[in-house]
């Protein structure tokens, strides 16, 4: 029962707030270090799934599966009330999944209708905003051009998700296989130009992926329009496959 043991004790220290001394517990062993990270696994799934801690219960749990004694419970009884369990950590989390989609979308909202009123910000008729940095001299792509571009992408708040600057190469693409506000803002420069793209979640990935509903701002440097380079590919944060 010394494993059942340790274990018990690491719970009711970790969701009790007892102080309990290293060495009392005596982790210079290999097991008692073991029983300890399991225990402190164990009340650390109770804390983030937001269950409602039972010691006794819980501890005696143990016991029972550690000795091989006779549960208290039919099997069954088990079964169903665990896969009640999944079932309410589920729904928490899709509720919880809907109220950050909505926040996002709120905060890409707000800022695009602060971010309009910036010298130099355009919106156009999509929605699409853009700010042009420098116009270029050369080529105006066309939508079924290949393009090679630098980029930067980031969300509203400055966190970078994607960037071929990162990367050290350029990426090649067509333009009208990439999410939409990459398809019209690109075609508002040249070669050699400089575009800032803020671009709605409309004209991005909509409701798909892990950038749903998001707002996303780009920095980006056309610097060819013609055949694609050399080993590049498209970007990550515009694949192809999302814009479709």
Request: aromatic share 4%; proline share 5%.
């Amino acid at each position: 029962m010394r494993n059942a043991t340790s274990i018990g004790i690491a719970i009711l220290a970790a969701t009790t707030g007892l102080a309990i001394a290293a060495d009392t517990l005596g982790l210079d062993s290999e097991t008692a270090r073991i029983n300890y990270s399991l225990g402190y696994q164990i009340g650390g799934d109770i804390r983030r799934q937001g269950i409602e801690p039972d010691h006794a219960a819980l501890l005696k749990g143990i016991e029972d599966a550690v000795s091989g004694s006779g549960p208290l419970m039919k099997p069954e009884e088990m079964r169903s009330t665990l896969n009640d369990l999944r079932r309410r950590i589920a729904e928490e989390q899709k509720r919880k999944a809907a109220e950050q989609e909505l926040k996002v979308a709120e905060e890409g909202r707000r800022f695009l209708e602060e971010n309009a009123k910036k010298p130099g910000v355009v919106t156009t008729e999509s929605g699409l905003q853009y700010q042009i940095v420098e116009p270029g001299t050369g080529k105006t792509p066309g939508p079924t051009d290949q393009v090679t571009v630098h980029y930067r992408g980031t969300q509203v708040d400055g966190e970078e998700f994607d960037s071929s600057y990162s990367r050290g190469k350029p990426a090649t693409f067509q333009l009208n296989g990439v999410v939409k506000g990459w398809t019209e803002g690109l075609q508002l420069i040249k070669e050699g130009g400089k575009i800032k793209l803020f671009i709605p979640s409309k004209l991005a990935y909509g409701e798909r992926g892990p950038l749903a509903r998001r707002t996303l701002v780009f920095d980006v440097e056309l610097i060819s329009v013609g055949a694609p380079a050399a080993e590049s590919k498209s970007p990550g944060a515009a694949q192809p496959s999302a814009a479709q």
